[in-house]
Nanobody, 123 residues
Framework: VQLQASGGGLVQAGDSLRLSCAAS????????MAWFRRAPGKDLEFLAA????????YYADSVKGRFTISRDAAKNTVYLQMNSLKTEDTAVYYC?????????????????WGKGTLVTVSS
């Protein structure tokens, strides 16, 4: 599977933004999917994951209640809805595919990565 993230841009604090990650290949439905981000000068941070069926989701405490992950099997796409954005959400956002069992926040378990999309939140 190949992944392409999109939807980043420049927004103001308090705004919302939806990121998309389009997957190519017939095996998309067999992968758990996840979103990560890397802020300037910081390590890669796990944000959210969704199981292959869409029935299970898992969030980092830092975004729980503000971000929502979802997937559309018909469109081979996973989304990250981000609400109430803060300046500290400024980062490059990456989607990733995980063929392991269950959702995982561990970046080392990811099999495929998309190129990142930049989100900049201004005050």
């Amino acid at each position: 599977v190949q992944l392409q993230a999109s939807g980043g841009g420049l927004v103001q604090a308090g705004d919302s933004l939806r990121l998309s990650c389009a997957a190519s290949g017939r095996t998309f439905s067999t992968y758990n999917m996840a979103w990560f981000r890397r802020a300037p000068g910081k390590d890669l941070e796990f944000l959210a994951a969704i199981s292959w069926s869409g029935g299970t989701t898992y969030y980092a405490d830092s975004v729980k209640g503000r971000f929502t992950i979802s997937r559309d099997a018909a469109k081979n796409t996973v989304y990250l809805q981000m609400n109430s954005l803060k300046t500290e959400d400024t980062a490059v956002y990456y989607c990733a595919a995980d063929s392991g069992y269950g959702c995982s926040p561990d970046s080392r378990r990811m099999d495929r990565w998309g190129k990142g999309t930049l989100v900049t939140v201004s005050s």
